[in-house]
């Protein structure tokens, strides 16, 4: 295991974590080191800019939808042949599911992963009071390791000086700054940050951010001891072929979670809803989350790939689509504009864009059989969009809290939830066993 890791933390969310840890990856790659990146929180766009700096792709570490545990041997395994590990925390330091607690925040991600906190200080506008708040962040929690302070949007190098005197007298040091500049600006779009393959960081500005981090006083502040990496199981052979719908439209997923599959026996058969003639031939079909919206005509414009879904759902074989899945799988999707885009009419709803946020984790309980889950299992999950259903449920697959939500019917689960299908190998295992029966 890699004998360097940290945790990247900021006071807020838009503090230029991403940005900053990608400048690190950039610069630490370019020297000829492996590092292994990481994203704290169930986050699907962050990850794609910090897989294109490293490298090497971006797994995501949730101690919500994750034992701790499992939490610690994902890490473990992904970290055993990198030189550094790098995690990008989440909001701020100690945000996590209430403000009473820093339950399931980036603080409870480092000490579950024994691992040093370095802080991200937007000093724009600031320099004596960047020691206040950087001081304040490693006073709240004693317990937590903070190695040091990187700045981020410095005005000039007199600038930095005069936070680094600042930060000097709380015994905090300062491991570089990263300048102002607009070529470091990431642009974004109602979900967050757009990803990197259609807008990617500048390169050049990546390295030249990385050129004023102090990257050798980085890695000597973060050595740690390595965790125990538990041995893998040897790989399941191939079982069913599951199709993976993977293109513009459809691209969040949970590297781990795909990995659990393709463990137990999967065989992940990529296609494009956007593309494609038809679904491939499988014994289940999986639809992650995505921008169906963003590209809401020119998946209703492809019907032979909906009549496709639409007889692979008739077959019996199982379905299970989230968030954007379920927008797809509906009869109708309402854009931004209102415009009404035929979808694949699998699952009898119809969504729409509101422009209101939900947000947030969620414990749910199963009321029906579905591909991933007997009736009165638990399921935690993580919902964000901006889109809704235009009725209430008709065949809910989850009682959030005394709410129905989604659509379970049959070998179909739709859902706005997004599950972590490594949280619990019985997820992975109902649905592979389900995908045999149908074959």
């Known amino acids: 295991m890699s004998p360097h890791r940290f945790l990247i933390a900021a006071p807020h969310s838009g503090s230029g974590k991403t940005t900053v840890t990608s400048a690190i990856l950039a610069g630490l790659r370019a020297r000829g080191l492996r590092v292994q990146p990481f994203k704290a929180g169930p986050d699907y766009l962050d990850p794609t800019h910090l897989s294109r700096a490293a490298g090497q792709a971006a797994r995501n570490l949730d101690s919500f939808l994750l034992p701790e545990e499992t939490l610690r041997t994902l890490f473990a395994r992904a970290s055993a042949d990198a030189d550094v590990s790098v995690i990008e925390g989440v909001m701020g330091l100690f945000d996590g599911r209430d403000p009473t607690s820093d339950l399931h925040s980036s603080a409870h991600l480092a000490r579950t992963l024994d691992c040093p906190v370095v802080l991200v200080i937007d000093a724009g506008g600031m320099a004596r009071t960047v020691a206040a708040v950087a001081a304040g962040l490693r006073d709240f929690a004693p317990d937590l390791h903070v190695a040091g302070v990187i700045l981020n949007r410095v005005g000039s190098e007199r600038h930095a000086q005069l936070c680094e005197a600042a ?213 935690r999950a993580h919902e964000f969009h901006y889109s809704a259903l235009t009725h209430a449920p008709t065949h809910p697959a989850y009682d959030v809290n005394g709410t129905p939500e989604g659509y379970a019917r049959g070998n179909v689960l739709a859902s706005y939830l997004h599950l972590h299908l490594a949280a619990d190998p019985a997820f992975v295992e109902r649905f592979l066993t389900e995908a045999e029966r149908a074959r």
């Not at 905090?172 to 500049?181: E, I």
């Not at 990546?206 to 538990?230: F, S, V």
């Not at 919206?293 to 199982?318: D, I, K, T, W, Y």
């Open 167 to 379: 930060l000097a007298q709380v015994g905090l040091p300062v491991l570089g700054f990263v300048p102002r500049t607009p070529a470091l600006g990431l642009p974004a779009r109602h979900l967050g940050l757009l990803a990197a393959e259609t807008h990617p960081h500048d390169e050049a500005a990546l390295l030249g951010a990385a050129a004023t981090l102090h990257l050798d006083a980085l890695l000597a502040a973060t050595t740690r001891a390595p965790l125990p990496t538990p041995a893998r199981t040897a790989r399941a052979d191939a079982r069913v072929r599951v199709a993976l719908a993977r293109d513009e439209a459809f691209s969040f997923y949970y590297w781990d979670a795909l990995d659990a599959l393709e463990q137990a026996g999967a065989d992940l058969v990529p296609f494009s809803p956007l593309r494609d003639e038809r679904v491939p031939d499988a014994d289940a079909l999986l639809i992650g989350g995505g921008y169906p919206e963003a590209h809401a005509a020119a998946l209703a414009a492809n019907a032979g790939m909906r009549a496709s879904v639409q007889a692979f759902a008739a077959s019996g074989r199982p379905v299970v689509a989230e968030c954007g899945g379920l927008m797809y799988l509906s009869e109708h999707l309402e854009d931004e504009r209102g415009d009404v885009h035929a979808m694949c009419g699998v699952v009898p709803y119809r969504t729409r864009m509101t422009g209101r946020l939900t947000l947030g984790y969620r414990d749910a309980r199963a009321l029906a059989d579905t591909p991933l889950a007997p009736a009165g299992a638990p399921v």
